[in-house]
């Protein structure tokens, strides 16, 4: 009976059906681009400069000085070796520096990496540009400097020019050193561009004096799921106090705090669609409750109980959501699942997207959680609606509802 009521007025119920299907549609759609946004901005920053974990000395991640060094242990590299949740992991020197060239310069980080393991453990050899001569570090390089193509404009350097880094050594002792330019890189985060140069970390450890010894050991996962269990896993195999390993969260709590940030953003559009279903719904039925009145009289005057009567509006009310929320799922899904292949392209907003590290083309992704949560609201939107209606109904005296006209 309630299925049949729902379509006695086919076109009364194919509006709210549209109007839940559409608020549907566009929450999936709106979280497949914010979780797209989220990822795409974590793992660039991952395959720029955190990856998913780093080692390194005790207090080297609050003052980042040359003379926290450290060299690895074989037990360390055989830990990460064996562990075949990392996908790679790579040695890295870093420390403050300026690059020079004939008309300006820029303060810099300067990263001393190795050309080949560097390759597993990062993207910056996909984030490498292959033209004009330009290409990524190689192991016999020596005197070879790999900078951003931002950087490469404002010093006005080319492909094969030379520049000079200046930094200090392990004994604070300044340095100056002549490096080719041997490849340029672009990122999408515009910060990282800005301020960080990669050299051959022989080069590096040779000009600061650091011998065998780096500043940390970046690891990369095949699953950023894994990072909490990977780090229990290598901490128990290196025993060594004076190390210390940290995950992407513990290394940038202010890239958590965005993610955080555009989660929240989403109540808000949650709450815009939880006040459209509830005034399209409640509506519906109070209009559908007016024009049967009579016959709602008739019912209970024929013996027909009021609890009955109000679980035969509240049934009419969770049909029109089922429906509304079946047909927006099949549309949200299906738009999401095209745009995840084809992407969304924010290049008119590129600088923005550069700001926050994503990219200039999102790709959206649609969580389980996501999909469970939107229908919960919707159905229990449906029913806070049908609420007032449903008792409305329940409380029609059938004295007057047969007099009514």
Not at 185 to 199: C, E, G, L, N, S
Not at 228 to 235: A, E, G, H, P, R
């Amino acid at each position: 009976m309630a299925w049949r009521n729902v379509w006695r007025n086919r076109r009364r119920s194919l509006v709210v059906i549209s109007s839940i299907g559409f608020g549907i549609f566009a929450m999936i759609l709106s979280m497949g681009i914010m979780n797209g946004f989220n990822v795409q901005m974590v793992e660039n920053t991952i395959g720029t400069s955190l990856g998913h974990l780093a080692i390194h000395r005790r207090g080297w991640q609050d003052e980042m000085k040359l003379a926290l060094h450290f060299t690895p242990s074989g037990a360390l590299y055989s830990a990460l070796k064996v562990n075949s949740r990392v996908a790679g992991f790579a040695p890295r020197v870093k420390t403050e520096g300026i690059v020079r060239s004939s008309e300006t310069s820029q303060q810099v980080l300067v990263v001393g990496i190795d050309p080949v393991m560097e390759r597993n453990a990062s993207q910056m050899f996909d984030y490498t540009l292959k033209e004009d001569g330009s290409r990524f570090l190689e192991p016999g390089d020596h005197g070879s400097i790999l900078i951003s193509q931002y950087l490469a404009g404002k010093l006005e350097l080319l492909t094969g020019d030379k520049t000079v880094l200046m930094l200090q050594d392990r004994n604070r002792t300044l340095q100056g050193v002549g490096l080719r330019v041997t490849g340029l890189y672009r990122t999408p985060i515009d910060a990282f561009d800005k301020f960080v140069v990669f050299v051959p970390i022989r080069k590096l450890q040779e000009i600061t004096g650091l011998g065998d010894s780096v500043s940390e050991i970046t690891v990369r996962l095949g699953n950023s799921r894994d990072v909490d269990s990977v780090k229990s896993f290598l901490s128990k195999q290196t025993g060594d106090p004076s190390l210390e390993i940290l995950t992407w969260k513990e290394m940038d709590p202010s890239l958590v705090r965005a993610v955080k940030l555009f989660d929240q953003m989403m109540y808000i559009f949650f709450a815009i669609i939880f006040v459209t279903v509830i005034f399209s719904v409640a509506n519906t039925l109070i209009m559908a409750i007016m024009e049967r009145f009579h016959e709602i009289g008739v019912m209970k005057s024929i013996g027909t109980r009021p609890s009955w009567i109000f679980a035969l509006i509240m049934i009419e009310a969770c049909f029109l959501g089922a429906v509304g929320l079946a047909a927006g799922t099949a549309l949200g899904l299906a738009a999401t699942g095209l745009l995840a292949h084809t992407g969304i392209d924010f290049s008119f907003y590129v600088e923005s997207m550069r700001t926050w590290g994503t990219g200039s083309v999102i790709y959206p992704a649609v969580k389980a959680l996501d999909m469970v949560m939107a229908g919960v609201i919707v159905l229990a939107t449906t029913i806070i609606a049908a609420l007032y209606p449903a008792l409305k109904a329940a409380r029609i005296k059938p004295l007057e509802a047969l007099h009514y006209i």
